[in-house]
């Protein structure tokens, strides 16, 4: 059964710190990767989708890395500002399924 | 586009009553499924469909029932509500296929069940 860990569960960074968030997964046949972002009280917003063939997909500030081989992805935020504050979500999905497996995310808190 | 619309966004329920949570898309998505979310879980499938006609369960799906009618609407249907159904549902839709596969979702619907 596929399972997907984000860590750290939590980070508090100052503002315009590079970041890291990880996220891993325990079977390497996904079909791809998504990173999510959550907003208290908010639904989900897509960040980056990385197909299973990809090494990394960006957009702005973000990067996201895929090594499928190893079980790990990892989403990169470049100069963070206090707006990116928010929960972080990684889920994967399967080549045999199609639903989305998620990871429990992990709450970022960027102070001024 | 409207995306993924959900109603209600709040709902209170007793024990024992049902409810149909509405979901809607307007951007002729073929996938559409439905999650919970609750606190030290993180989002888990409940149901999903890819196309009109065509449901399938998910991880959790006792206690709720869907169908897909046309491809815009993909109601859940809670048959008599419990206080383990108090959660966050959130509804979302994707196309099908390489690049296209990002997931939309809905702002979600708060269900407390007493």
């Known amino acids: 059964k596929q399972e997907v860990t984000q860590i750290p569960a939590a980070l508090s960074v100052p503002e315009g710190e590079n970041l890291v968030l990880n996220c891993s997964f325990t079977?390497?046949?996904?079909?791809?990767l998504q990173w999510f972002r959550q907003d208290p009280g908010k639904g989900l917003t897509s960040l980056l989708l990385?197909?299973?063939?990809?090494r990394e997909q960006t957009s702005g500030r973000l990067n996201a890395s895929l090594d499928k081989s190893s079980g790990r992805s990892t989403l990169y935020i470049a100069a963070s500002q206090p707006g990116d504050s928010a929960t972080y979500l990684c889920a994967v999905r399967h080549q045999a399924g199609t639903a989305l497996i998620f990871g429990k995310g992990t709450t970022l808190s960027v102070s001024s | 586009n409207a995306g993924v619309t959900q109603t209600p966004k709040f709902q209170v329920l007793k024990t024992g009553q049902s409810m149909t949570l509405q979901c809607a898309q307007d951007m002729n998505h073929e996938y559409m499924s439905w999650y919970r979310q609750d606190p030290g879980m993180g989002l888990r499938l409940i149901h999903y469909?890819?196309?009109?006609?065509?449901?399938d369960q998910g991880e959790v799906p006792n206690g709720y029932n869907v169908s897909r009618s046309t491809t815009e609407d993909f109601p859940l249907r809670l048959l008599s509500a419990a206080p383990s159904q108090t959660s966050v549902y959130f509804c979302?839709?994707?196309?099908?296929?390489?690049?296209?596969?990002?997931?939309?979702f809905g702002p979600g619907t708060r269900l407390l069940v007493l």
């Open positions: 979302a839709s994707r196309e099908r296929g390489g690049s296209r596969e990002t997931q939309y």
């Open positions: 469909s890819v196309g009109a006609g065509i449901t």
């Open positions: 990385i197909q299973s063939s990809q």
């Open positions: 079977d390497s046949a996904i079909y791809n």
